[in-house]
């Protein structure tokens, strides 16, 4: 892993040196010399830059930088967690992109491996298709959730770019994604054909407007979540920087920094990724912005509780609902108050589900069921079982 990584610049060592007692830069281990990584014993935590950028579909040269990001990430206090966090540099550009993706895919995986969470800072965003192979060496099936305004599906045929990579993941072997979320889409910004494609493929989408008029039904999708990815062009340009984003609908500082809240407190997410950043040296607000974002989720970690011991029915109470031809139990969380709903396991199926699988839900869906409605989500998900 070691062979991949560069140590932090002497801009960030020396802005990390002045910096008052108890901030988060005099806290977190840092990889500040070449073939020296810290002692990652006990670490919960690994920032990780990734530089690639050259599948951005208007790449012109320009190179990434993430030392504002760092330099404002060190400058917040902690909050009163109990985790380790390290530093470990940047994973600079491969003489190809084939060769940063290697690069990625092996020091994530060995992140995994260690049971630590990658905190990725990255450059375009078809990265995420090296970040999502690096679970192929997982036993489960894969949910990938991506804060975006648009699915970027593509043409998996086609090259991969920052806006054509999802394709791939679905079509490339190993098969390994059950579940494909996207937050915050924006119809307009996308084919009809994706929408559609999302729709016959039982994949969950949800438009800007659901989920700011109810920030809250994003927990249970971020609950079912292996790693979460979010493009910062889904923020609006006003709240990241007018320089570098595009859009001037988006989500907001305060609802972006929940969303991430809500990526940390499911007990299942084991990766988290920034994408689609630039040089943002000169835009100080937009890269306090990220660096919050890494707060709320590291805040959000810090916070699991878990409450899905489903062996222990001291721990839950069960609901059974019947519809129709189907009876839906139900489970609800006596410390937490979270829901979950059975999807049962079908019979003659090739898939990596072996057994009875807990899809959380909220407590409105409970309550649409007992008004004989089912749970789109639950829907989508027996019928990708039965694929």
């Not at 895919?105 to 970040?131: C, F, M, N, R, W």
């Not at 305004?149 to 045929?157: I, N, P």
């Not at 519809?323 to 937490?336: G, P, Q």
Request: charged share 25%; with cysteine; aromatic share 12%.
């Amino acid at each position: 892993m070691i062979d991949f990584l560069s140590p932090l610049s002497k801009s960030v060592l020396a802005h990390r040196e002045v910096l008052p007692v108890g901030v988060l830069g005099k806290q977190v281990k840092l990889h500040s010399k070449h073939g020296e990584l810290p002692d990652l014993k006990g670490v919960k935590f690994a920032i990780l830059g990734i530089k690639e950028n050259r599948n951005d579909i208007d790449y012109i040269g320009g190179e990434v930088c993430f030392e504002a990001f760092r330099k404002e990430f060190y400058s917040l206090y902690p909050g009163n967690w109990t985790h380790k966090i390290v530093d470990l540099g940047d994973i600079e550009n491969g003489v190809t992109v084939e060769d940063t993706c290697f690069a990625v895919k092996t020091v994530v995986e060995a992140l995994l491996k260690k049971g630590i969470i990658p905190l990725i800072l990255g450059g375009s965003q078809d990265l995420v298709y090296a970040h999502y192979r690096s679970y192929d060496s997982q036993e489960n099936m894969v949910n990938l959730v991506n804060v975006d305004a648009k699915f970027d599906l593509g043409d998996a045929e086609a090259n991969i770019s920052n806006h054509s990579y999802i394709g791939k993941i679905i079509v490339d072997e190993p098969y390994n994604l059950f579940n494909y979320s996207t937050l915050g889409y924006q119809s307009f910004l996308n084919p009809p054909g994706e929408i559609s494609l999302m729709e016959k493929l039982y994949f969950d989408a949800y438009r800007l407007g659901e989920i700011t008029s109810d920030i809250t039904i994003v927990e249970p999708i971020m609950r079912d979540a292996d790693m979460v990815v979010l493009d910062v062009n889904t923020i609006k340009s006003a709240e990241i920087s007018y320089k570098n984003a595009i859009s001037p609908n988006g989500f907001d500082g305060r609802e972006i920094c929940a969303i991430a809240r809500y990526a940390g407190i499911s007990n299942r997410v084991s990766s988290f990724g920034v994408y689609e950043l630039k040089n943002f040296n000169e835009v100080r607000s937009g890269a306090m912005l990220v660096a919050q974002i890494l707060w709320y989720f590291i805040e959000g970690v810090n916070f699991r509780i878990a409450d899905d011991a489903f062996q222990d029915e001291k721990r839950y109470k069960t609901y059974k609902v019947p519809i129709d031809d189907e009876v839906l139990v139900f489970k609800k969380s006596n410390e937490t108050g979270r829901w979950w709903i059975e999807l049962p396991f079908i019979l003659n199926v090739n898939n990596k589900l072996k057994s009875k699988t807990l899809l959380p839900c909220t407590y409105g869906e409970y309550l649409s069921a007992c008004n004989q409605e089912i749970p789109e989500r639950w829907f989508k998900a027996r019928r990708k079982n039965e694929v």
